[in-house]
Structure formats: C-alpha cells, structure tokens
C-alpha cells in the first residue's frame, strides 16, 4: 500500500493563479481531509469528505474548492491564490471504525507570491 | 483560548534525558491522539487514547480524563528523537471524525 499521496511537493504560484492539489489514498478509506499548517498553530481542517460525491467545510474553506467523485482521490483546488494561502498543505484519510486512526500525506508546501 | 494547549512550545534536552511533553484540552472529548512530525514534514500517528496508559519502545502516553490532561514521555531520549510533537482530540460532540490539534511540541534532542 502506498498510503496516501499528495502531487506536487513544492509550488510556488503567483498571485490570482489557480491550481489543483492532488491526493490519493489506496485504503480504502471513506473519510478523508485537508489540512493547512502554518507557523504556531496546529492543523486547521479545511474541508473534508465522508465518502464519494459528499464533501463539507472544515474550519477555514473560503478560497479553496474539494470534489470527492471516487473513494480514492481527494483534490483541492485553490480558485484564485492569494499570499495568505502560504502554508503547508496536508491531506488525511480516516480508517472507518474506531479508533479512526488519521493517516497523513507527505504535505505539499505551497508559496504565494 | 485555543481547546487544545501544549506546553512547552519549544524543548532542548541531552541525549539520554527523560522528556515530558503537555497537552491540556477544555472541551469535552472522546479521544487524544499524538502524532509526531519529522523535519522533513511527514506526520505519523503515534498513540490514540481515551482512557489511562500506552507504552510503545520508548514513548508512553498517558491521559487523565477528569483533569482534562494528557502526557507523552520519551525515555531515554535520542537525537532521532527530534521532531515536533502534537496533541490532537476527538470531541465528544460534532462529528466524531474531525481532529482539533494543538500548536506542537518542538523537541531537538542534542547528542
């Protein structure tokens, strides 16, 4: 099992450019999410999916879109980027039972300019 | 207030030493998870608790749910070690499935 992957590593965009973050999952997993990660503070929930075809906001979703059309394959689009999307972006799977252990991405480090 | 509190937020300790790392929540929650994130920035899971002691090699968590208090130890610690440690819970309330994480621990071990 690969886990789960995100394209690209690195990114760097210009202002008001859009662009796609990929993720993908072999597990099998319904649940899965986005994550931002920026300098001193924890991981805030962008937007997140329950299974194919249904996605929801997380804590910070404006300016980024999620489509969730198969169980594997989870992208994030940013529409129009902005310095403020500066961060470090991660995608997640949940195992469907309990304890739903979190699986995490290798991160994509994307910088606005 | 954030929900979920580390202490310290920065850690430098000798190779060898007994490490402690915090985690206070004020919410009402169902699990505490620790994960642990390299420098190169992958993030593993470590432990998941919702009640007493895990023991993994060298790492133990331990949660106290009335204190609303949850800590990780590292015994012996090594230079390898290092990494940014974090706290994340499972609220009681809401969707069961979503994570609320702590700012992280940062701990570099010195050989």
């Known amino acids: 099992n690969a886990g789960v992957t995100q394209t690209p590593k690195f990114q760097v965009l210009k202002t008001g450019q859009s662009m796609t973050l990929q993720c993908a999952q072999d597990?099998?997993?319904?649940?899965m999410s986005w994550y931002r990660q920026d300098p001193g503070m924890g991981l805030r929930l962008i937007h997140y999916?329950?299974?194919?075809?249904?996605?929801d906001q997380g804590e910070v979703p404006n300016g980024y879109n999620v489509s969730r059309s198969t169980t594997e394959d989870f992208p994030l689009r940013l529409l129009s980027a902005a310095p403020s999307q500066t961060s470090v972006y991660f995608c997640?799977?949940?195992?469907?039972?309990?304890?739903?252990?979190?699986?995490f991405g290798p991160g994509t480090r994307l910088t606005v300019t | 207030k954030n929900e979920v509190e580390q202490s310290p937020q920065n850690l430098t300790a000798q190779e060898g030493e007994f490490i402690t790392i915090n985690c206070s929540y004020s919410?009402?929650?169902?699990?505490l998870h620790w994960l642990q994130q390299h420098p190169g920035g992958g993030i593993v899971s470590l432990f998941m608790?919702?009640?007493g002691k895990k023991k993994h090699g060298r790492l133990i968590a331990t949660i106290n749910i009335q204190e609303k208090h949850s800590s990780l130890h590292i015994t012996a610690s090594h230079p390898r070690d290092s990494a940014v440690y974090i706290c994340?819970?499972?609220?009681?309330?809401?969707?069961?499935?979503?994570?609320?994480f702590g700012s992280g621990t940062q701990l570099t071990v010195l050989p």
């Open positions: 597990m099998n997993h319904e649940y």
């Open positions: 999916s329950v299974g194919a075809g249904i996605t």
């Open positions: 994340a819970v499972r609220l009681s309330s809401g969707s069961a499935r979503q994570l609320t």
């Open positions: 608790l919702s009640s």
């Open positions: 919410v009402g929650i169902s699990a």
């Open positions: 997640a799977s949940q195992s469907g039972g309990l304890p739903y252990e979190q699986y």
